[in-house]
């Protein structure tokens, strides 16, 4: 069955420092796509990254950039220089089979995030 | 672009009662997938709604439904209101259904849910 785990409650870091969020997935296909998400408080879901299961180079967007390990099954996001608005939580999300009708994610518990300055 | 729009952003009713929410897309977006989230479960799949037929479905009681109209606005309906049913309710648009890449879900801010 597909699984996501992020294994890291809470996370604490100072501004400026790099930050990376662990995230696990369990999957059979061979083609799915992992995307992460970010949540302040105010409860809207944020869209940060996206790393296809068939991509080679890992995937950046700013001072968001995913360390995909395919055979480890692991797909960490990494958060340069962190701000004091990167506090929030975060998600860890997993879609399986391109050819299978409907979007449906699958998150993990999440990780909170928490940047001092 | 407008994004994701969710209403009511807070609502509170009691057990038994129905309640209906409403998510409009982002303009093109012909997807919309609800989602549940809570404290003790997390983020769960409700439905997914594509070109005004549900798509797919989580593991939820037939309590919820939801519908979706031809300007991809959707509405999610839940009848006999139970304490469990309260939470963070989350709408997701996309462009289309199925796929990756281009077709990342983007969220609304929610609607939450409180039944006394």
């Known amino acids: 069955a597909q699984k996501i785990t992020q294994t890291q409650p809470g996370m604490f870091v100072q501004e400026k420092e790099a930050v990376t969020l662990d995230c696990t997935y369990d999957?059979?296909?061979?083609?799915?796509?992992l995307f992460w998400y970010k949540q302040p408080s105010s409860g809207e879901m944020i869209f940060l990254i996206y790393q296809g299961s068939y991509d080679e180079q890992n995937a950046t967007e700013g001072r968001y950039s995913l360390n995909f390990q395919k055979a480890r099954k692991s797909a960490n996001l990494v958060i340069s220089a962190s701000q004091l608005g990167d506090s929030a939580m975060y998600f860890c999300?997993?879609?399986?089979?391109?050819?299978?009708?409907?979007?449906?994610?699958?998150f993990g518990k999440g990780t909170t995030l928490s940047v001092s300055s | 672009k407008a994004g994701v729009t969710q209403t009511p952003r807070y609502l509170i009713k009691t057990r038994g009662q129905q309640v209906t929410l409403s998510c409009s897309p982002i303009?093109?977006?012909?997807?919309v997938s609800w989602y549940q989230q809570t404290p003790g479960q997390g983020l769960q799949f409700l439905f997914e709604?594509?070109?005004?037929?549900?798509?797919n479905k989580g593991n939820f009681p037939g309590r919820f439904s939801g519908r979706q109209f031809s300007n991809s606005r959707s509405e999610m309906n839940v009848s006999t209101l139970e304490l469990g049913d309260s939470a963070l309710y989350l709408c997701?648009?996309?462009?289309?259904?199925?796929?990756?890449?281009?077709?990342?879900?983007?969220f609304g801010p929610g609607t939450r849910l409180t039944v006394l």
């Open positions: 709604y594509f070109s005004e037929t549900q798509r």
């Open positions: 999300a997993m879609r399986e089979s391109e050819n299978q009708a409907g979007t449906a994610l699958i």
């Open positions: 303009s093109g977006h012909r997807s």
């Open positions: 999957t059979s296909d061979q083609s799915y796509g």
């Open positions: 997701a648009s996309s462009k289309t259904s199925g796929g990756f890449g281009t077709d990342t879900q983007y």
